[in-house]
């Protein structure tokens, strides 16, 4: 099959087009002809061996969390789906094992999804990593309900695209950050407030929006952008900040936030709830309660390209790789 693939960790010239063996899919594992790759920030992350203490890597190594296309093949046990069926994953590529950046990759059955008829190949691809950690921040770790406000802190990204809509979804009120060319993007996402981190003070505006303070905060940039966000949270309120790998980067003050009752919990995205985020995702995607974002799709051949693009750090929305589309339109 073709794939992109490294040898060795790397930088972004380290990936190639090559051909691969085809992967079979094990019991409880389903086979599937990737449609539309998605690239996330987490793919460079690897690509350059950020998490080698993590994961069993073997090489040729090929990247990718998430993907969308059409069953091939269903290994033994696995009931619900057929070749032919489209379908959305967040691939095994979490354990270690090959990515999407292929024609074929293999997932457990129970990080699948049926897409249904209104549910593109693009939006669904555009879903799982970035979509399912937007639900893990929101509503698994801020118990986010209606009435409340929430401050994303990048909303312009793939993560903040998911997250904006999620939490309007859940009947939030939100605020949320991004460069002066993102505000209207952010605002058609459903954003109550956009704000411009390049010329306006975050902090001073969101303590103006809501004087008694957020009830979250879900941080999708890290890297000290937001240390004041401990007393931008009412008592009671959460932090969630999403880990970027990043080993260096500053924290928020623990120990003002004990004080001032905040809780503070850095939020990944959790292997074990992926399948029911994801499908809870398909379905307001289904019902339209959420929608696509902003996506930009390069061929596979393209990969060094876009990962050097979301690298940079300002994509918008979500970059996707288009595989075999063509084959399945
Ligand atoms: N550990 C996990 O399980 C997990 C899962 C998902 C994501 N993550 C991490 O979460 C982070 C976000 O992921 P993502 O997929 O959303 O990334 P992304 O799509 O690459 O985010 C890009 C966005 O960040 C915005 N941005 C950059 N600097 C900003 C700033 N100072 N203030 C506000 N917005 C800013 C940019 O908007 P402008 O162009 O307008 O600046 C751009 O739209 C990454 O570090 C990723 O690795 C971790």
Redesign the pocket.
């Known amino acids: 099959m073709r794939a992109i693939a490294i040898e060795r960790f790397g930088g972004p010239e380290e990936l190639h087009l090559t051909e691969l063996p085809q992967p079979k899919a094990g019991a409880g594992e389903v086979l599937i002809r990737v449609a539309y790759a998605g690239v ?3 793919d460079w ?1 690897i690509r350059e061996g950020w998490l080698q203490q993590f994961l069993q890597y073997r090489f040729p190594f090929v990247p990718g969390f998430d993907a969308a296309g059409m069953v091939a093949a269903i290994g033994e046990g696995v009931e619900g789906l057929r070749p032919g069926d489209r379908v959305v994953t967040a691939s095994n590529q979490g354990k270690g094992e090959w990515g999407t950046y292929a024609e074929y990759v293999v997932s457990d059955v129970d990080r699948v999804v049926r897409l249904p008829v209104t549910v593109s190949l693009q939006a669904a691809a555009s879903l799982p ?2 979509g ?2 937007s639900w893990e921040a929101l509503f698994d770790v801020g118990q986010l309900r209606a009435g409340q406000r929430v401050l994303v ?9 998911w997250c904006i809509q999620l939490a309007k979804m859940a009947q939030a009120q939100v605020a949320a ?6 505000l209207e993007y952010v605002q058609g996402l459903g954003a109550d407030l956009a704000i411009d ?1 390049r010329s306006q003070d ?1 902090v001073a505006v969101v303590q103006t929006w809501a004087p008694e303070g957020v009830d979250l905060i879900v941080d ?4 000290g ?1 937001l240390l004041q966000g401990v007393e931008l949270v009412k008592p009671g309120g959460t932090i969630a900040p ?5 080993a260096t980067e500053p924290q928020p003050d623990a120990a003002r936030a004990a004080v001032r009752g905040v809780r503070i919990v850095p ?3 959790n292997f074990e709830r992926q399948g029911r985020q994801l499908r809870a995702l398909v379905d307001a995607l289904a019902r339209g309660q959420i929608r696509e974002p902003a996506i930009e799709v390069l061929p596979l051949a393209r990969a060094a390209e876009a990962q050097r693009r ?1 690298q940079a ?6 970059l996707l790789l288009d595989v075999a589309a063509s084959a399945m339109r």
């Open positions: 996330n920030p987490a992350k990593t970035a399912i950690t802190n990048g909303g312009a990204g793939g993560m903040g695209s950050s991004c460069g002066p060319a993102n981190y975050v999708t940039v890290g890297q952008t999403i880990g970027t790998l990043i939020t990944m995205s979301v750090g300002h994509v918008r929305g979500k």
